[in-house]
């Protein structure tokens, strides 16, 4: 069982930067493949960022370039660095572990945080 817990959601002005924390409980955290989801009101969840199997990532089309994810296995923990935000930014953001590789579906992720909010204004 893993434990996800988000931290870091907030209120910014477009073209400011936040940066999503995910604490995860458990003792194989480095072997799990970390992904940030958000979903938008009234739109369907969106695939962001993952992280696996060390140092691979692979991001949305529509956050290449502005995220970055990194994780410290140490501290079981995994980041989601947000730059040059825009308010089509705005949403809840998750955080979702699976044990396994790459995967940019949320159906494939048996764990999941309770979300951040992210707001974006103008």
């Known amino acids: 069982q893993v434990q996800l817990v988000e931290s870091g959601g907030g209120l910014v002005q477009a073209g400011g930067s936040l940066r999503l924390s995910c604490a995860a409980s458990g003792r194989t955290f480095s072997s799990y493949a970390m992904g940030w989801f958000r979903q938008a009101p009234g739109k369907e969840r969106e695939f962001v960022a993952i992280s696996w199997s060390g140092a691979n990532t692979y991001y949305g089309d529509s956050v290449k370039g502005r995220f970055t994810i990194s994780r410290d296995n140490a501290k079981n923990t995994v980041y989601l660095r947000m730059n040059s935000l825009k308010p089509e930014d705005t949403a809840v953001y998750y955080c979702?572990?699976?044990?396994?590789?790459?995967?940019?579906?949320?159906?494939?992720?048996?764990?999941w945080g309770q979300g951040t909010q992210v707001t974006v204004s103008s």
């Open positions: 979702a572990a699976r044990a396994g590789g790459y995967s940019s579906r949320g159906e494939e992720y048996a764990y």
